[in-house]
Protein backbone atom coordinates (compact mmCIF):
# COMPACT_ATOMS: atom_id res chain seq x y z
CA UNK A 1 0.00 0.00 0.00
CA UNK A 2 1.20 3.48 -0.64
CA UNK A 3 0.10 6.77 -0.39
CA UNK A 4 0.57 10.18 -2.06
CA UNK A 5 -0.38 14.17 -1.40
CA UNK A 6 -1.10 16.33 -4.41
CA UNK A 7 -1.12 19.48 -3.80
CA UNK A 8 -3.91 22.20 -5.32
CA UNK A 9 -2.24 25.45 -4.29
CA UNK A 10 -1.22 26.53 -7.63
CA UNK A 11 -4.98 25.80 -9.26
CA UNK A 12 -8.57 26.77 -8.36
CA UNK A 13 -10.20 24.23 -6.37
CA UNK A 14 -13.71 24.97 -7.97
CA UNK A 15 -12.29 24.09 -11.46
CA UNK A 16 -10.59 20.64 -10.39
CA UNK A 17 -13.54 19.33 -8.35
CA UNK A 18 -16.09 20.96 -10.62
CA UNK A 19 -19.92 21.52 -9.30
CA UNK A 20 -21.08 19.64 -6.89
CA UNK A 21 -17.59 17.74 -7.28
CA UNK A 22 -19.01 16.51 -10.71
CA UNK A 23 -15.01 16.34 -11.51
CA UNK A 24 -14.00 14.53 -8.72
CA UNK A 25 -16.52 12.39 -9.16
CA UNK A 26 -15.04 11.38 -12.38
CA UNK A 27 -11.48 11.06 -11.22
CA UNK A 28 -12.70 8.42 -8.30
CA UNK A 29 -14.54 6.42 -11.26
CA UNK A 30 -11.38 6.38 -13.71
CA UNK A 31 -9.47 5.07 -10.51
CA UNK A 32 -11.09 2.90 -8.75
CA UNK A 33 -9.13 0.41 -6.94
CA UNK A 34 -7.93 3.90 -5.18
CA UNK A 35 -8.89 5.42 -1.74
CA UNK A 36 -8.91 9.39 -3.00
CA UNK A 37 -9.90 11.55 -0.54
CA UNK A 38 -9.42 15.71 -0.85
CA UNK A 39 -8.75 17.15 2.55
CA UNK A 40 -8.66 21.22 1.89
CA UNK A 41 -6.23 22.12 -0.58
CA UNK A 42 -4.89 18.24 -0.81
CA UNK A 43 -6.02 15.21 -2.54
CA UNK A 44 -4.58 12.25 -0.61
CA UNK A 45 -4.10 8.99 -3.03
CA UNK A 46 -3.85 5.35 -1.32
CA UNK A 47 -3.16 1.80 -3.20
CA UNK A 48 -1.14 -0.03 -5.01
CA UNK A 49 2.33 1.76 -6.15
CA UNK A 50 1.70 1.30 -9.77
CA UNK A 51 -1.76 2.39 -9.59
CA UNK A 52 -0.98 5.41 -7.73
CA UNK A 53 1.76 6.54 -9.63
CA UNK A 54 0.02 6.54 -12.84
CA UNK A 55 -3.03 8.78 -11.25
CA UNK A 56 0.28 10.82 -10.03
CA UNK A 57 1.04 11.45 -13.81
CA UNK A 58 -2.70 11.59 -15.28
CA UNK A 59 -3.75 14.48 -12.37
CA UNK A 60 -0.29 16.51 -12.42
CA UNK A 61 -1.34 16.79 -16.70
CA UNK A 62 -4.91 18.14 -15.42
CA UNK A 63 -3.14 20.83 -12.64
CA UNK A 64 -0.73 21.91 -15.48
CA UNK A 65 -3.44 22.43 -18.07
CA UNK A 66 -5.30 23.91 -15.20
CA UNK A 67 -2.36 26.63 -14.13
CA UNK A 68 -1.94 27.47 -17.94
CA UNK A 69 -5.70 27.81 -18.82
CA UNK A 70 -7.83 28.56 -15.82
CA UNK A 71 -10.84 26.01 -16.59
CA UNK A 72 -10.95 22.74 -18.25
CA UNK A 73 -14.56 21.28 -19.22
CA UNK A 74 -15.28 17.88 -17.65
CA UNK A 75 -15.00 16.63 -21.07
CA UNK A 76 -11.65 17.44 -21.41
CA UNK A 77 -10.88 16.67 -17.41
CA UNK A 78 -12.06 12.69 -18.31
CA UNK A 79 -9.89 12.45 -22.10
CA UNK A 80 -6.84 13.82 -20.11
CA UNK A 81 -7.50 11.44 -17.17
CA UNK A 82 -7.67 9.02 -20.12
CA UNK A 83 -10.76 6.33 -20.30
CA UNK A 84 -7.92 3.32 -19.60
CA UNK A 85 -4.20 2.78 -19.21
CA UNK A 86 -3.59 2.24 -22.63
CA UNK A 87 -4.56 5.24 -23.80
CA UNK A 88 -2.19 8.53 -23.63
CA UNK A 89 -3.06 11.80 -22.35
CA UNK A 90 -3.61 14.43 -24.89
CA UNK A 91 -0.44 15.93 -25.16
CA UNK A 92 -0.39 19.97 -25.59
CA UNK A 93 2.79 22.58 -25.18
CA UNK A 94 3.76 22.87 -21.30
CA UNK A 95 6.22 25.39 -21.68
CA UNK A 96 3.46 27.66 -23.83
CA UNK A 97 2.83 30.95 -21.79
CA UNK A 98 1.07 30.52 -18.52
CA UNK A 99 -0.45 34.03 -18.19
CA UNK A 100 -1.92 33.07 -14.71
CA UNK A 101 -0.51 34.00 -11.97
CA UNK A 102 -2.39 32.99 -9.17
CA UNK A 103 -6.49 32.67 -7.78
CA UNK A 104 -8.07 34.92 -5.75
CA UNK A 105 -10.66 34.77 -3.18
CA UNK A 106 -13.87 32.83 -4.89
CA UNK A 107 -11.84 31.54 -8.06
CA UNK A 108 -11.11 35.01 -9.07
CA UNK A 109 -8.31 34.66 -11.54
CA UNK A 110 -5.60 36.77 -11.54
CA UNK A 111 -3.19 36.90 -15.19
CA UNK A 112 -0.33 38.47 -16.40
CA UNK A 113 -2.66 40.48 -19.27
CA UNK A 114 0.29 41.64 -21.25
CA UNK A 115 3.69 40.44 -22.82
CA UNK A 116 6.04 42.76 -20.56
CA UNK A 117 3.93 41.47 -17.57
CA UNK A 118 4.42 37.81 -18.61
CA UNK A 119 8.06 38.81 -19.18
CA UNK A 120 8.30 39.79 -15.58
CA UNK A 121 6.78 36.27 -14.58
CA UNK A 122 9.29 34.36 -16.12
CA UNK A 123 12.49 36.71 -15.20
CA UNK A 124 11.25 36.23 -11.82
CA UNK A 125 11.19 32.55 -12.02
CA UNK A 126 14.64 32.46 -13.15
CA UNK A 127 16.56 35.05 -11.20
CA UNK A 128 16.58 36.09 -7.95
CA UNK A 129 16.27 40.09 -7.91
CA UNK A 130 14.25 41.63 -10.90
CA UNK A 131 13.89 45.57 -11.55
CA UNK A 132 10.11 46.48 -12.98
CA UNK A 133 10.21 49.95 -14.19
CA UNK A 134 7.60 51.83 -16.40
CA UNK A 135 4.79 54.41 -15.97
CA UNK A 136 2.19 54.34 -13.64
CA UNK A 137 -1.02 52.29 -14.66
CA UNK A 138 1.14 49.24 -16.29
CA UNK A 139 0.77 46.75 -13.37
CA UNK A 140 4.02 46.72 -12.16
CA UNK A 141 2.95 45.98 -8.46
CA UNK A 142 0.07 44.07 -9.11
CA UNK A 143 2.10 41.71 -10.89
CA UNK A 144 4.62 41.86 -8.16
CA UNK A 145 2.18 41.05 -5.18
CA UNK A 146 0.65 38.14 -6.98
CA UNK A 147 4.48 36.49 -7.96
CA UNK A 148 4.67 37.05 -3.98
CA UNK A 149 1.61 35.36 -3.22
CA UNK A 150 1.85 32.50 -5.75
CA UNK A 151 4.94 31.82 -3.66
CA UNK A 152 3.96 32.05 -0.47
CA UNK A 153 1.03 29.53 -1.58
CA UNK A 154 3.61 27.10 -3.48
CA UNK A 155 5.92 27.14 -0.22
CA UNK A 156 8.59 28.52 -2.26
CA UNK A 157 8.92 31.38 0.59
CA UNK A 158 8.05 31.58 4.02
CA UNK A 159 6.94 35.38 4.35
CA UNK A 160 5.95 38.00 2.21
CA UNK A 161 7.97 41.74 2.68
CA UNK A 162 6.16 44.67 1.15
CA UNK A 163 8.04 47.97 1.24
CA UNK A 164 8.04 51.20 -0.01
CA UNK A 165 9.33 54.42 1.38
CA UNK A 166 6.82 55.64 3.41
CA UNK A 167 7.23 59.51 2.88
CA UNK A 168 8.22 59.93 -1.10
CA UNK A 169 11.43 61.96 -0.23
CA UNK A 170 12.32 61.58 3.28
CA UNK A 171 9.89 59.11 5.59
CA UNK A 172 9.33 62.14 7.69
CA UNK A 173 6.04 60.28 9.52
CA UNK A 174 5.99 62.51 12.79
CA UNK A 175 3.96 65.26 11.61
CA UNK A 176 0.84 62.67 10.44
CA UNK A 177 -1.87 62.33 13.13
CA UNK A 178 -2.29 58.85 14.60
CA UNK A 179 -0.12 56.31 15.49
CA UNK A 180 2.96 54.39 13.35
CA UNK A 181 0.07 52.04 12.00
CA UNK A 182 -2.34 55.02 10.96
CA UNK A 183 0.63 57.16 9.52
CA UNK A 184 2.28 54.89 7.22
CA UNK A 185 -1.35 53.12 6.12
CA UNK A 186 -2.11 55.90 3.31
CA UNK A 187 1.50 55.40 1.70
CA UNK A 188 0.90 51.48 1.81
CA UNK A 189 -2.68 51.22 0.34
CA UNK A 190 -1.91 50.13 -2.85
CA UNK A 191 -0.42 47.43 -1.61
CA UNK A 192 -3.28 45.86 0.96
CA UNK A 193 -5.29 46.98 -2.12
CA UNK A 194 -3.81 44.33 -4.29
CA UNK A 195 -3.36 41.56 -1.77
CA UNK A 196 -6.98 42.06 -0.84
CA UNK A 197 -7.86 41.20 -4.48
CA UNK A 198 -5.66 37.44 -3.89
CA UNK A 199 -6.75 36.62 -0.38
CA UNK A 200 -9.83 35.92 1.24
CA UNK A 201 -9.95 38.81 3.81
CA UNK A 202 -9.72 35.94 7.03
CA UNK A 203 -6.35 34.35 5.19
CA UNK A 204 -4.76 37.78 5.03
CA UNK A 205 -5.63 38.86 8.54
CA UNK A 206 -4.21 35.35 9.73
CA UNK A 207 -0.80 36.40 7.70
CA UNK A 208 -0.87 39.77 8.53
CA UNK A 209 -1.33 38.77 12.67
CA UNK A 210 1.43 35.98 12.43
CA UNK A 211 3.67 38.10 10.28
CA UNK A 212 3.64 35.79 7.24
CA UNK A 213 3.18 39.20 5.47
CA UNK A 214 4.69 42.38 6.50
CA UNK A 215 4.26 45.87 5.18
CA UNK A 216 6.50 48.60 6.20
CA UNK A 217 7.91 51.53 5.29
CA UNK A 218 11.59 51.10 4.00
CA UNK A 219 13.17 52.72 6.29
CA UNK A 220 12.35 50.00 8.92
CA UNK A 221 14.41 47.49 6.73
CA UNK A 222 17.87 48.76 7.86
CA UNK A 223 19.71 46.17 10.03
CA UNK A 224 17.53 42.99 8.63
CA UNK A 225 18.28 40.12 6.55
CA UNK A 226 14.92 38.92 4.74
CA UNK A 227 15.64 35.46 4.04
CA UNK A 228 12.98 32.88 2.93
CA UNK A 229 11.18 35.64 1.49
CA UNK A 230 9.61 37.39 -1.47
CA UNK A 231 10.48 41.38 -1.07
CA UNK A 232 8.74 43.36 -3.19
CA UNK A 233 10.07 47.52 -2.82
CA UNK A 234 7.53 49.54 -4.59
CA UNK A 235 8.25 53.33 -5.61
CA UNK A 236 11.64 52.86 -5.70
CA UNK A 237 12.31 55.38 -7.62
CA UNK A 238 11.70 57.55 -4.61
CA UNK A 239 14.87 56.13 -2.73
CA UNK A 240 18.15 57.29 -2.58
CA UNK A 241 21.33 55.81 -3.29
CA UNK A 242 22.03 54.54 0.05
CA UNK A 243 18.82 53.41 1.00
CA UNK A 244 18.42 51.44 -1.91
CA UNK A 245 21.92 50.01 -1.77
CA UNK A 246 20.86 49.62 1.74
CA UNK A 247 18.02 47.39 0.69
CA UNK A 248 19.53 45.26 -1.96
CA UNK A 249 22.05 44.23 0.97
CA UNK A 250 19.48 43.03 3.19
CA UNK A 251 18.39 40.34 0.81
CA UNK A 252 19.50 37.07 1.97
CA UNK A 253 20.61 33.50 0.52
CA UNK A 254 17.16 32.18 -0.23
CA UNK A 255 15.16 35.30 -1.06
CA UNK A 256 13.64 36.64 -4.31
CA UNK A 257 13.06 40.33 -4.62
CA UNK A 258 11.25 42.67 -7.04
CA UNK A 259 11.74 46.40 -7.51
CA UNK A 260 8.96 48.52 -9.25
CA UNK A 261 9.45 52.41 -10.43
CA UNK A 262 8.27 54.75 -12.60
CA UNK A 263 11.13 57.17 -13.40
CA UNK A 264 8.91 59.93 -14.49
CA UNK A 265 7.68 60.05 -11.29
CA UNK A 266 10.94 60.77 -9.08
CA UNK A 267 9.61 62.61 -5.69
CA UNK A 268 12.88 63.05 -4.44
CA UNK A 269 14.36 66.84 -3.80
CA UNK A 270 16.14 68.38 -6.79
CA UNK A 271 19.59 68.16 -5.36
CA UNK A 272 19.14 64.11 -4.87
CA UNK A 273 19.53 61.56 -7.52
CA UNK A 274 17.20 58.81 -7.85
CA UNK A 275 18.73 55.47 -6.30
CA UNK A 276 16.83 53.47 -8.92
CA UNK A 277 18.25 55.12 -11.60
CA UNK A 278 22.01 54.34 -10.68
CA UNK A 279 20.92 50.47 -9.19
CA UNK A 280 19.48 49.83 -12.35
CA UNK A 281 22.50 50.96 -14.68
CA UNK A 282 25.29 49.71 -12.79
CA UNK A 283 23.88 46.23 -11.90
CA UNK A 284 22.49 44.98 -15.70
CA UNK A 285 25.09 43.02 -16.29
CA UNK A 286 24.99 40.79 -12.85
CA UNK A 287 23.72 37.38 -13.54
CA UNK A 288 20.64 36.63 -11.44
CA UNK A 289 19.35 40.11 -11.97
CA UNK A 290 17.02 40.86 -14.32
CA UNK A 291 15.14 44.19 -15.76
CA UNK A 292 11.88 44.30 -17.26
CA UNK A 293 10.65 47.45 -18.81
CA UNK A 294 7.32 48.23 -19.34
CA UNK A 295 5.65 50.91 -21.29
CA UNK A 296 2.37 52.59 -22.36
CA UNK A 297 0.98 48.95 -24.43
CA UNK A 298 0.97 47.53 -20.61
CA UNK A 299 -1.82 49.98 -19.31
CA UNK A 300 -4.51 47.83 -17.88
CA UNK A 301 -5.78 50.90 -16.37
CA UNK A 302 -8.70 53.39 -17.92
CA UNK A 303 -8.25 53.65 -21.50
CA UNK A 304 -7.29 57.39 -21.40
CA UNK A 305 -4.21 56.70 -19.40
CA UNK A 306 -2.17 55.36 -22.61
CA UNK A 307 -3.15 58.57 -24.23
CA UNK A 308 -2.55 60.96 -20.81
CA UNK A 309 1.13 59.27 -20.69
CA UNK A 310 1.72 59.84 -24.26
CA UNK A 311 1.18 63.32 -23.93
CA UNK A 312 3.07 64.02 -20.70
CA UNK A 313 6.10 61.93 -22.61
CA UNK A 314 5.59 64.13 -26.06
CA UNK A 315 5.61 67.36 -23.37
CA UNK A 316 8.73 66.32 -21.77
CA UNK A 317 10.54 65.59 -24.77
CA UNK A 318 9.60 69.42 -26.04
CA UNK A 319 10.73 70.74 -23.23
CA UNK A 320 14.50 68.68 -23.06
CA UNK A 321 14.61 69.72 -26.57
CA UNK A 322 14.03 73.49 -25.82
CA UNK A 323 16.47 73.49 -22.87
CA UNK A 324 19.26 72.11 -24.72
CA UNK A 325 18.81 74.95 -27.28
CA UNK A 326 18.89 77.31 -24.24
CA UNK A 327 21.71 76.25 -22.67
CA UNK A 328 24.99 77.67 -23.75
CA UNK A 329 27.79 75.13 -25.14
CA UNK A 330 30.75 74.90 -23.48
CA UNK A 331 33.14 76.52 -24.81
CA UNK A 332 36.23 74.30 -26.47
CA UNK A 333 39.99 74.73 -27.18
CA UNK A 334 39.70 76.43 -30.43
CA UNK A 335 36.96 79.02 -28.99
CA UNK A 336 39.85 80.19 -26.30
Known amino acids: MTEAIISLNSINPIEFFGINNSKFDLLKKRFPLLKILSRGQQLKLSGKPDEVANAQDRIGNVLKYLERNGHLSEQYFAQILGEDDSLESPSYDETAGNDILVFGPNGKVIRAKTQ ?67 KIDPYLRPLYDALDDMLAPDKLTYYMANRIIEIAPLAYMRGRTLDNAFIILDEAQNTTDLQLKMFLTRIGPSAKAILTGDMSQVDLPKNQQSGLRKASQILKNIDGIAHIELDESDVVRHRLVKQIIRAYDKDQAREEAAREKREPRPATSSNI
Open 116 to 182: NQKMMAQASEKNDILFALGPAGTGKTYTAVALAVRALKNKAVRKIILTRPAVEAGENLGFLPGDLKE
